[in-house]
Nanobody, 121 residues
């Protein structure tokens, strides 16, 4: 089993940048696919980005070209660099891990507690 802890959220103006980190413990991170999801108030949790154990990256259309997901297996950490942020990016951001791969919440069995990202207009 793997435990995940996100950090790096906060308040930023539209057009700004934030970098999220997710530190894993409990198992070797290199064997897991990793993903980022977000959930805004009153909305369902939605896929943002994922990176497979082979470092293949997938992005939601809404963030493509603005967000970058990466991983450092030696540090057991996955990152989400967010640039050109928009007010509609405001949400709680969650990292997740899977022994397989996918882009729906049901594909991921391990979750962090989430970190708030707020983008002001």
């Amino acid at each position: 089993q793997v435990q995940l802890v996100e950090s790096g959220g906060g308040l930023v103006q539209a057009g700004g940048s934030l970098s999220l980190s997710c530190a894993a413990s409990g198992r070797t991170l290199s064997t897991y696919g990793l993903g980022w999801f977000r959930q805004a108030p009153g909305k369902e949790r939605e896929f943002v980005a994922s990176i497979t154990r082979y470092s293949v990256r997938i992005y939601a259309d809404a963030v493509k070209g603005r967000f970058t997901v990466s991983r450092d297996n030696a540090k057991s950490t996955v990152y989400l660099q967010m640039n050109s942020l928009k007010p509609e990016d405001t949400a709680v951001y969650y990292c997740a891990a899977t022994t397989g791969w996918g882009r729906t919440p049901e594909d991921f069995g391990f979750w962090g507690q989430g970190t708030q990202v707020t983008v002001s207009s």
